[in-house]
């Protein structure tokens, strides 16, 4: 090779036709392994620590390798030469995460088949007041766990309620309606509205021929009990708008004149307007500085409150006596006729 001439660099014959991406950087390493990290709980460290074991067994057929750390309270998962899904990383990532909200490690191994998936449904931040979070919290367990078992069995989901979190296993499209029934629980709307809505449709998923059309007729409606005052406004005018109309069609079956209302009630007068606001009423420290009563020393006042109490007691006692006399008092007694009122009552006849 003479000096003017320059040196060609051999590019590889796999990496001939690509191109450069806006990742490829210097700082990126190609040949390093991924790592996914986790944190975990203190209460739950003695049981990872004793089925690590397992959680190993499970990740390495997949090529996975896992590290406990219980010293800094971690978990974490990265991927090996062996490995040959590229997606079985996130998949190692969401078994390590269910372990730390508190799932048993015989149910956290099924999210690494494909058909399944998890949520883990935060709920901690939705109510601020520490016992209703609670209570809306126990109505997705409901009695006996009744509630959950009923969501567990119409999504076909594995679901575990564990301090400020929902953890869901299942299906991609069922895990969107236990999404839908935790966060409306947490807004106050009762899971057992939900529970019915997916009991009709798992029936009419049965038949064959509503499947091409709306399932809107047979869903229920549950309306609000909580209305606005624009709604109890209108709501109270239709009922109004309604018996007058039914009013009106009486009066013309019965031959009255229909603008004529019997039974109508008198229209109240309208007040007349004025800018300016009504009179302030007196304070009671005006009402006893007019009477002299504030100026009183305490035992003047309390001898006044308690001739004024003896008065009262005095009247209320003259009313009772009052009451009971009159149980006493002889009914007016009409005398009979004599003889001579007789006979002149029989002649005034004749």
Known sequence: MSDGETPTTVVNKNKRHRKDKPWDTDDIDHGKSNLLQTRTT???????REVWGAVTRALEPHGIACTLDLINGSMSVRTTRKTFDPYI??????????????????????????????????????????????????????????????????????????????????????????RR???????????????KELMIKRELAKDPK????????????FRKRHLTSAEKSAKKREAAATKAEARQAAAASSGQPMDVDVHEPPKKKKKVYTPFPPPQLPRKVDLQLE??????????????????????????????????????????????PTVAEKRRKRKRED
């Open 42 to 48: 203190r209460y739950r460290e003695k049981y990872l």
């Open 291 to 336: 009477s002299g009563e504030y100026f009183l020393k305490s035992s003047e006042k309390e001898a006044r409150e308690a001739i004024k109490r003896k008065q009262q007691q005095a009247e209320v006692t003259a009313q009772h006596q009052a009451k009971r006399a009159e149980a006493y008092v002889a009914p007016e007694e009409t005398a009979a």
């Open 210 to 221: 509503l499947a091409t059309e709306s399932w809107d007729r047979f869903l229920p409606k």
């Open 181 to 195: 029934i935790v966060l409306d629980c947490m807004k106050n709307i009762h899971p057992i509205y939900r529970i």
């Open 89 to 178: 990383i996130l998949k190692a990532r969401d078994m390590i995460k269910l372990l730390a909200r508190g799932v048993a490690v015989g149910q956290a191994v099924k999210i690494l088949d494909d058909a399944v998936a998890c949520d883990i449904i935060k709920i901690g931040n939705i109510v601020r007041n520490k016992e209703r979070f609670v209570k809306r919290r126990q109505r997705i367990i409901g009695p006996d766990g009744s509630t959950l078992k009923a969501i567990e069995l119409l999504t076909g989901c594995y679901v575990l309620v564990q301090g400020n979190t929902v953890s869901a296993m299942g299906p991609y499209k069922s895990l969107k309606e236990v």
